[in-house]
């Protein structure tokens, strides 16, 4: 046999093996989605069932847009128990990430995200990522996010879409609570 049918077989088996794999993965999604398990709500997908790609995820985090603001550490108290920031526009970037960590107290506050997306109805289920749903404007999956969320612990990631909006930083527990942008 020659290298070039070799290769050619080679070639034919990697299809086969792709088919194959978005069959499974297509049949598994539609008998076990997220929304299915919980009776309705978001269709994301969990890292639970795709460990390989939220690993990537977190490999390529770092060279992703991440959100700037002048200030990196912001501190709610019994006296000021809600902080609004505003996020300003960024048409280089269609996608920022926010990463938070507490730096003082635990699950002391959540941090909610609310995009400037026009025709998106308000948040559903607090503990969702993102409680919209979709009405025609991309943005509505992302208009609503808070973190923490339900799975959240110390850490957690918003997504910052193009158009901006408000960070809305709320006390949740005893105070002070100091939360750090990453």
Known sequence: MSGTRIFFIFLILILVAFVAIQVVGVSRNSVKTPSAAKGGGDDSVSCDDYPVFCSMNSILDPFGPKLELKQKTFTVTKAAPELLINVDPDD????????????????CATVQYISNAVGCPPPGNECAPSGGSDTGNSDCKLKYQ???????GLKGKLSIVKGGGKLAIRLTGPGPCVVALQ
């Open 146 to 152: 808070t973190w923490p969320s339900c799975k959240d």
């Open 92 to 107: 280089k970037n269609s996608f920022r990430q926010a990463a938070f960590k507490f730096q003082q107290g635990n699950n």
